[in-house]
């Protein structure tokens, strides 16, 4: 079945860095590639040759996109990173859009420095072996990827140790800014301001649902809570999952049945097709052949649970999800995602 295929050039990886960690930055890039076996095609970090771009509102532009189509933010955090306006509306833009969290601490910062909004995943040091081997594992399974061998891995993590130590050595001591002078900074980045909003809301949110999560019954419970607080982009695939789940279990038959029961259209080919005879006799296919009609046998256990899941997917689309999330996913696929569209089912649905 065709879905969802990975595009080689999505941003699976957003590194948020201040200017200051810039060569750091890079060598995390190498050791991505190298050590964990990431393309470099798939890392956005603003400081790369390729992702250069101008200040202004091109940049926050292409910063908001990136953030948005990654699946996990590695931040750099140093005390050069909390004096970086952009770090912080890049670290909030990624609590805004409930990115996996990935915090990175540069010494002299200590992880004990990191702050509250950072809760979730335990933070790490760049130039420690065990924090890195627990973000290579973590990275493998967020990014479902079978990564490079172990010896490739430590060999990598080890040359980039020593290279990190040795640029650690160099650095210069970090300058103070005073509040009023990072105040007013803050103040003049009305685009970040307006793309990500109040952050104090957004960490109040997730405690909320924290909260909600603690007081669940069941597995159950605690799933529905979850998925009802994902952005729509992970909502929308946690549907398919669900979807395929029940998919495999049926007949394709059933699928052509569904395709013209959800689009309005008659189902009955000019060419008598076996396998609905087939599916008839297995009690997935209802046979109407007064009316001339095929629909699914909505009776049969498997048909109604296949049911059950398009019926999120409608749901979904045509209530829940937010305008961006079409105006996505119709850049990626060029058509539009519902269920009465032949090349949604086609590549989504299995038809």
């Known amino acids: 079945m065709k879905k969802n295929v990975e595009n080689p050039n999505k941003v699976r990886i957003f590194i948020s860095h201040s200017v200051a960690n810039e060569t750091i930055a890079h060598k995390l890039v190498d050791l991505l590639v190298s050590g964990v076996g990431v393309s470099t095609t798939q890392i956005f970090c603003s400081s790369l040759p390729g992702n250069s771009i101008s200040t202004g509102k091109g940049f926050v532009e292409k910063i908001k996109s990136a953030l ?31 990115k996996d969290p990935y915090p990175v601490v540069v010494p002299p910062l200590k992880k004990s ?19 890195l081997d627990v973000m290579f594992d973590d990275l493998k399974n967020d990014l479902s990827i079978s990564g490079n061998a172990t010896p490739t891995w430590t060999r990598k993590k080890k040359e980039f140790i020593e290279q990190v130590q040795a640029l650690l050595n160099k650095q210069p001591a970090p300058k103070k800014v005073d509040f009023a002078s990072y105040q007013k900074v803050v103040d003049e980045l009305s685009e970040y301001k307006k793309s990500y909003g109040d952050l104090e809301a957004q960490l109040a949110a997730q405690i909320e649902i924290n909260k909600k999560l603690a007081s669940a019954k069941t597995p159950g419970d605690k799933k529905k809570i979850l998925l009802e607080n994902l952005p729509d982009q992970k909502k929308f695939d946690e549907y398919i999952k669900m979807y395929d789940k029940h998919y495999e279990a049926l007949p394709k038959i059933v699928i052509t049945a569904f395709y013209y029961l959800y689009s309005g259209k008659r189902y009955w080919p000019e060419n008598w097709d076996t396998r609905i005879d087939d599916a008839h006799d297995e009690g997935y296919l209802s046979v109407d052949e007064d009316n001339k009609t095929i629909e699914p046998n909505l009776d049969d256990p498997k048909v109604k649970r296949l049911n059950s899941a398009i019926t999120r997917i409608k749901k979904f689309l045509e209530s829940e999800a937010a ?29």
């Open 113 to 131: 420095d990191v702050g509250a909004v950072l809760l979730g995943r335990q933070a790490i040091k760049v130039d420690v072996e065990e924090d």
């Open 68 to 98: 948005i189509e990654a699946d996990v933010v590695i931040s750099l955090l140093s005390s050069n990173y909390y004096e970086s306006i952009f770090s912080i509306a890049e670290l909030g833009g990624a609590w805004t859009l409930a």
């Open 323 to 351: 305008s961006d999330f079409f105006d996505l996913f119709e850049d990626e696929n060029d058509f539009q995602p519902n269920l009465d569209n032949k090349r949604f089912w086609q590549n989504y649905l299995g038809l």
